[in-house]
């Protein structure tokens, strides 16, 4: 047995072990409740993220699906400073059948035989840095994963960027994380956000408009901002929400191409 199957094995037992446990302390908790196994694979640009993009969508994917997994998430983190970074998400409805999805990976000579040359890549070259695996369960509120409809058809997304700078407390701040909460409801008494500055006020309502907007139809233009082009690698157009909401095309590109070469930060895992 290659050591990476027997690895595998070894920690599949001991997470079936633990789930059981835990159905069988409190079985009512689950219920109808989703399960979720979230894969993390940190990787270096160059070749790493071509082959485990293929891996993906020509041995796993394809393997999970004939497994009875789905809708598969795949997201890649392609800015900041631990990237880049591939996310797979995986939900069942079943936690066995999570914590078990390495040993019948193991077994199908079909997923074998596509995956070879990503578990075959030499130690000089490895085909990823490190893949972190996390078992949740879905909220109870929300007990399932439901794609939005675009997702069945690939359909092109849209990006933004907040750069509005608050006023509150002599503008210390900037621009301020989680101030898009309040502005999705128009809420523009938070005072992190302005006190309802007059600014703040123009800006939250041309925000919560453009939510409003894409809600109801899943386009978010409307006549309150300029034509919000769908995201594409070509231009990388991008909605700038400021006191001056405009579209640019691949804002602090500088920053984003610095990242795209920088190498993996050393930590104490190697």
């Known amino acids: 047995m290659q050591r990476r199957q027997f690895l595998a094995a070894s920690l599949a037992t001991s997470a079936l072990a633990m789930v059981r446990e835990a159905q069988a302390q409190n079985p ?21 993220t071509g082959l485990t993009a293929h891996y993906f969508e ?22 900041g400073p631990e990237t880049p970074t591939n996310f797979l998400l995986i939900p069942s409805a079943s936690a066995e059948a999570l914590v078990t999805v390495d040993l019948h990976l193991a077994e199908d000579a079909e997923f074998q035989k596509a995956a070879e040359s990503f578990w075959t890549a030499p130690a000089s070259s490895p085909s990823f840095q490190r893949v972190e695996s996390t078992l949740l369960i879905a909220f109870e509120g929300y007990p399932k994963l ?5 997702a069945a058809t690939k359909a092109k997304r849209i990006f933004q960027m907040r750069t509005y700078e608050s006023p509150s407390f002599d503008a210390k701040f900037g621009a301020v ?31 919560a408009a453009t939510w409003v907007a894409f809600a109801r ?9 300029p034509n919000w082009a769908p995201y594409e ?30 190498p993996l930060p050393a930590t104490p895992m190697g």
């Open 28 to 48: 009512a908790a689950t219920g109808s409740r989703e399960f979720y196994q979230i894969r993390k694979y940190r990787l270096e640009n160059g070749a790493q």
């Open 58 to 79: 020509s041995a796993l994917i394809p393997a999970l699906g004939r497994m009875g997994f789905g809708p598969i998430g795949a997201f890649s983190l392609n800015l």
């Open 146 to 150: 439901t794609p939005p409809p675009g």
């Open 177 to 207: 994380h989680g101030t898009d909460v309040s502005a999705s409801f128009n809420n523009y008494r938070d005072g992190i956000g302005g006190t309802g500055s007059r600014q703040q006020r123009a800006l939250w309502a041309t925000f």
């Open 217 to 225: 139809t899943g386009n978010p233009n409307h006549p309150k901002i």
């Open 233 to 262: 690698a070509a231009k990388r157009a991008t909605m700038i929400f400021d006191n001056n909401t405009r579209v640019e095309n691949d804002p602090r590109g500088e920053i984003r191409a610095f990242w795209e070469r920088m």
